[in-house]
């Protein structure tokens, strides 16, 4: 079963809108972080903002903002103000603090590919 | 600093030869993490390293590849005998850990492009 799930392959945005990118994700380890990703066509990963699953309030750094909703298990990224600079593929990934074997590394969904139209 | 730095960025090679590639993390990191990135997918971890150790290895690093982190600081990343199905970016990242659990970011280096012939 996939852990993260992106079911959005392609969004359009027209500039200046607000955009919000799907995320949902499955794990029984009850301390796990999510973490939001932007890879331009440079192909370099650019970290976002992060989630931790005891965190109480929604995290926000500038005009990303993470909609947590912890009984849903969905992760979704809020994009305000959308420049044409945004155009980028934007990745979902989940770590889970516990699971004994899996304390390193990040999961990914397959990511949405995000089109700011002028 | 300037963040993590890959070498080289891109390689192309034919099937059956070796290749190796370096990741520099950054400086006061000390976890290095090896991811690899096919054509419309995630990244997919590889293995990661604390320090100088191996703590991890996904069951997708064969015993064709091979990573080492010496003196925890640089790492490299080796294909033996390479094969068409290795073609993929690499991606090297690095963060750091206080202890064992904690949300701190990975940093992406900007990968190498492996074309295998």
């Known amino acids: 079963a996939q852990k993260i799930t992106q079911t959005q392959p392609g969004m359009f945005v027209q500039e200046k809108e607000a955009v919000t990118l799907d995320c949902t994700y499955d794990?029984?380890?009850?301390?796990?972080?999510l973490f939001w990703y932007k890879q331009p066509s440079s192909g370099e990963m650019i970290f976002l903002i992060y989630?931790?699953?005891?965190?109480?309030q929604n995290a926000t750094e500038g005009r990303y903002s993470l909609n947590f909703q912890k009984a849903r298990k969905s992760a979704n990224l809020v994009i305000s103000a959308s420049q044409l600079g945004d155009s980028a593929m934007y990745f979902c990934?989940?770590?889970?603090?516990?699971?004994?074997?899996?304390?390193?590394?990040?999961?990914f969904g397959k990511g949405t590919k995000l089109s700011v139209k002028p | 600093d300037t963040g993590v730095s890959q070498d080289p960025r891109h390689k192309i090679t034919k099937r059956g030869q070796n290749v190796t590639f370096r990741c520099d993390p950054i400086?006061?990191?000390?976890?290095l993490y090896w991811y690899r990135q096919t054509l419309g997918q995630g990244p997919e971890f590889l293995t990661y390293?604390?320090?100088?150790?191996?703590?991890?290895k996904s069951r997708l690093l064969s015993d064709r590849f091979s990573a080492e982190r010496p003196k925890g600081s640089f790492s490299t990343l080796e294909i033996q005998r390479t094969e068409q199905g290795d073609s993929a970016m690499y991606l090297c990242?690095?963060?750091?850990?206080?202890?064992?659990?904690?949300?701190?970011?990975?940093?992406f280096g900007p990968g190498t492009r492996l074309t295998v012939l």
């Open positions: 990242a690095s963060s750091y850990i206080p202890g064992l659990a904690g949300g701190n970011e990975q940093f």
């Open positions: 794990t029984s380890d009850p301390s796990y972080g």
């Open positions: 989630q931790g699953s005891y965190d109480q």
């Open positions: 990934a989940m770590r889970e603090f516990l699971r004994v074997g899996s304390q390193g590394n990040l999961i």
């Open positions: 400086s006061e990191h000390n976890r």
């Open positions: 390293f604390q320090n100088e150790a191996q703590l991890e």
